[in-house]
C-alpha cells in the first residue's frame, strides 16, 4: 500500500522560509515524479512545482519561481520544497503526488496524494 505524508507546514511571517517534506512508503520516490500543489480556502487546487523523475530540470509556477525550489532525498525516499521570500498569498495546504512513476521495471500510471500540510504567511 502507497502511503505519502507531507510535513514541515507552520506559521511564517511574510519574508521567511519553510521547508516542506514529502515522504512515501511502498514506492520509491526516485522512480517517480513528484508535484507539489497548495489549495486556499475558496480556490482550486493549483499546480507549483515538478521534479521529474529522471534527467529533466524541476518546473514551477512563475508564482514561485526564484523562490522556491524541489529536491529529493534519495537516502531517506524523501521529497523536499524549500520555501523562501514567503508572501501571504503563500498561505494554503501543500499537498505532495507522486505519479506517475515506475514499481521495478513495471509502468505505473497511478497517482499518490497526502494529506497535506498548513502553511500560513502571517505578521
Known amino acids: 500500500q502507497v502511503q505519502i505524508v507531507e510535513s514541515g507546514g507552520g506559521l511564517v511571517q511574510p519574508g521567511g522560509s519553510l521547508r516542506l517534506s514529502c515522504t512515501a512508503s511502498g514506492i520509491s520516490l526516485t522512480r517517480y515524479i513528484v508535484t507539489w500543489y497548495r489549495q486556499s480556502p475558496g480556490k482550486e487546487r493549483e499546480w507549483i512545482a515538478t521534479?521529474?523523475?529522471?534527467?529533466?530540470?524541476?518546473v514551477y509556477d512563475a508564482s514561485v519561481e526564484g523562490r522556491f525550489s524541489i529536491s529529493r532525498d534519495n537516502v531517506n525516499n524523501m521529497v523536499f520544497l524549500q520555501m523562501n521570500d514567503l508572501k501571504p498569498e503563500d498561505a494554503a495546504v501543500y499537498y505532495c503526488?507522486?505519479?506517475?512513476?515506475?514499481?521495478?521495471?513495471?509502468?505505473?500510471?497511478?497517482?499518490?496524494w497526502g494529506q497535506g500540510t498548513q502553511v500560513t504567511v502571517s505578521s
Open positions: 521534479l521529474p523523475n529522471v534527467g529533466d530540470a524541476s
Open positions: 503526488k507522486a505519479g506517475p512513476g515506475f514499481r521495478g521495471t513495471e509502468y505505473d500510471s497511478g497517482d499518490y
